[in-house]
């Protein structure tokens, strides 16, 4: 049997999508036809990748958004529904991490990762949930009952790694979090899940896979490779789809093995 995922008419936010993971979320998105929604406060990059989606045939729309600003995300998420339409998938991508011996995290660095990982990431998904809710209730107009919400955690939220303590409890924070919304918002057709990724080469981590470190810690995973952000889209594309009606509240490991 072969299956076929076509989001034609759907809107998707994803947040954090001026580089990495979100930026090749938003073009796998929009490659299937979802309307998509690139929201990060760097307006210049999210332009850049606007141009490059419509140069694909994609549908591609630009939001300025700060997730650890309350008054950003509802401006955002209302701008959204009046200019794009109603929110039917977000991809909750934003996330922020630091190197440190946890004898050395100061109150900036822990506050600097929960107001984005977890306070950020929260209060995106309630918004847009409240709405998803709305609608599912007939209290709000939309072309489609439901949703779909993922969130993406990592890895370090399910297994502890060295100097990143902080950004690990954030993570495993995300994964709990995902679970209590799919308990609560699952009967109404929204289903929360949480996509775990484990080391992926990006712009931003790409020359250290370079160095001596970077090396060590290849050799050190299961298969002796990282991940391409490409490798996540098949889970993306089934998460966010009609496809995945009876996964709600799942927590999956994208990793190579590296957790187990």
Excluded at 9 to 36: E, K, M, N, P, Y
Excluded at 46 to 58: D, N, V
Excluded at 180 to 202: H, K, L, Q, S
Excluded at 228 to 237: F, G, H, R
Aim: with cysteine.
């Amino acid at each position: 049997m072969a299956y076929s995922i076509d989001l034609s008419g759907r809107v998707a936010l994803i947040t954090g999508a001026s580089g990495g993971l979100g930026a090749q979320f938003a073009r796998t998105l929009a490659s299937a036809g979802a309307a998509v929604v690139l929201a990060s406060r760097r307006l210049e990059r999210l332009k850049e990748l606007r141009a490059k989606i419509e140069a694909e045939g994609g549908d591609a729309h630009v939001i300025e958004l700060d997730v650890t600003d309350q008054d950003s995300i509802r401006s955002a998420v209302a701008h959204v529904e009046t200019e794009v339409g109603s929110i039917d998938i977000l991809v909750n991508n934003s996330g922020v991490s630091t190197t440190q011996r946890l004898v050395d995290v100061r109150q900036d660095d822990f506050d600097f990762m929960f107001d984005t990982n977890v306070k950020g990431a929260f209060f995106v998904a309630q918004e847009v949930g409240k709405r998803m809710l709305a609608r599912a209730q007939g209290a709000a107009p939309g072309s489609f009952t439901g949703g779909r919400i993922v969130n993406v955690a990592s890895t370090a939220g399910l297994k502890v790694l060295p100097k990143i303590g902080v950004y690990c409890m954030s993570k495993a924070a995300v994964i709990q979090m995902t679970k209590a919304m799919a308990v609560e918002w699952g009967r109404f057709d929204i289903n929360v899940n949480a996509i775990c990724p484990g080391y992926i080469d990006t712009e931003i981590n790409h020359a250290h896979w370079q160095t001596e470190a970077g090396q060590k810690l290849i050799q050190m995973l299961p298969r002796k490779r990282i991940g391409k952000p490409q490798d996540l889209d098949a889970l993306l594309m089934m998460l966010c789809s009609d496809q995945s009606h009876f996964i709600n509240g799942a927590v999956i490991s994208a990793d190579d093995g590296f957790a187990v």
